[in-house]
């Protein structure tokens, strides 16, 4: 019954019912429980909704999946209307970090390198004993407007229009403030200003870890719940105020509706066959074989809007079960608010056993471009549901 449970996708004016009849009785508490571990694979495709909202499609991620949603909304922006970054950095941040060590042949760090010790602090603020230089808004804005030029991603122009929400916790290690302030010049210079950017640096309520803050965490868990000070598995973290909550007003800002207290009840967790957007034969594209999305049960018969959330490192199905596609905060803002959430899983690969998205290449070169194999994947899936 379990494998049956995380499949059943029909049309989606069907979606409830589909639940209901092929159910028990006692189904409602269960109706769309992700069997444990797992499963690795599944027949069932994604189906478009074809009521989505096509122009209030939105982005936002943690940690790597922040670095990654910021890149989805550079290189799609004319789809892509806002993003929630937290804990992430600019565009190309792995591209232009000075090599320490060369100070009078200037040559370009490693994106590895780069990726854990300038554009994150994951392994320290120091290459071999020297501290690198941080990145920088402009080298972000040349590279932008270069991959435009050459037709790579879309026009920046359309980045005037988007709603921006940033936010950096207290007690974050991992991704320095600097590099945040980086991202919000990077948006700036695109013409995103007060009131559609807004920059959250943690100034009120607890002092927020790398993390997902969430008002109270109350998801069924194999792992303790965290506090917000902490840096544990599964990096959801009980603040007393809520991330989704905060990035959802923003880029959605006219009043949402309170919370569910049952997202669980209010709509439905479908598992998809991700395996069809990429070529599951090349390992290096590191994306799982089953994606997820949660679907309000409104959205069955009335128009929804869609968000897609990325996922950070070691935060994958695999590593920390439903707690991020269940607990995180998403569902409870979108069951009420007529919200769709995608939920695109990474996998381990041999350049990427933390199961990032991948935002210094381990993909390939064209990583941040709309050629991207995980860019090109994720927009597919995005455009299944949105029918086009």
């Known amino acids: 019954m379990d494998s049956l449970r995380v499949t059943i996708m029909s049309r989606p004016f069907a979606v409830l019912g589909l639940v209901v009849a092929l159910l028990p009785v006692e189904g409602w508490a269960n109706h769309d429980r992700l069997p444990d571990p797992p499963p690795q694979s599944t027949d069932q495709k994604l189906s478009s909704l074809p009521d989505l909202d096509r122009a209030t ?64 602090h994951y392994f320290g603020s120091r290459y071999y004993g020297l501290r690198p230089s941080a990145p920088e808004a402009e080298d972000s804005v040349r590279l932008i407007r270069e991959a435009a ?24 290690a991992i991704v320095p403030l600097g590099i945040m302030e980086t991202l919000k010049q990077v948006y700036s210079t695109f013409g995103v200003h007060e009131t559609k950017l807004r920059f959250d640096q943690n100034q009120s309520g607890a002092s927020a870890n790398h993390g997902m803050p969430v008002s109270q965490f109350t998801g069924e868990s ?34 949402l509706t309170l919370a569910s207290n049952n997202p669980h009840r ?24 089953v994606g997820y999305l949660y679907v309000p049960t409104p959205c069955a018969t009335h128009q929804c809007r869609l968000h897609v959330a990325f996922h950070g490192c070691k935060q994958d199905v695999d590593n920390v079960y439903d707690d991020f596609i269940r607990d995180a905060g998403y569902n409870r803002w979108a069951s009420s608010n007529n919200i769709v ?19 210094w290449a381990y993909s390939g070169t064209d990583y941040a471009n709309r050629s991207g194999p995980q860019m090109r994947a994720v927009k597919a899936m995005v455009d299944r549901l949105i029918g086009q």
């Not at 105020?241 to 800002?253: I, Q, S, T």
């Not at 066959?273 to 074989?289: C, I, K, T, W, Y």
Request: with cysteine; net charge negative; aromatic share 12%.
């Open 222 to 255: 194999t792992f303790p719940v965290r506090e917000c000070g902490q840096h544990e598995p599964p990096y959801v973290i009980q603040c007393g105020y809520e991330a989704a909550e905060m990035l959802l007003r923003h880029l959605y800002p006219e009043p």
């Open 341 to 359: 959430v995608l939920y695109p899983q990474a996998t381990a690969s041999a350049a990427n056993p933390n199961r990032c998205w991948d935002f």
């Open 266 to 289: 209010d709509g439905s967790m479908v598992a998809f066959d991700q395996s069809e957007f990429f070529d599951p034969a090349n390992r290096s594209v590191s994306l799982h074989g």
């Open 57 to 120: 499609i939105t982005v936002s991620g943690l940690s790597s999946g922040g670095f990654f949603a910021h890149q989805f909304h550079i290189a799609f922006s004319k789809l892509v209307k806002g993003a929630g970054i937290i804990a992430g950095g600019p565009y190309g941040c792995v591209e232009n970090i000075p090599n320490p060590w060369s100070p009078f042949w200037p040559r370009p760090l490693d994106r590895v390198s780069a990726a854990v010790v300038a554009c994150t």
């Open 149 to 172: 030029n050459q037709g790579l991603i879309d026009d920046p122009a359309n980045l005037a229009d988007s709603r921006v929400w940033l936010f950096h916790g207290k007690s974050d």
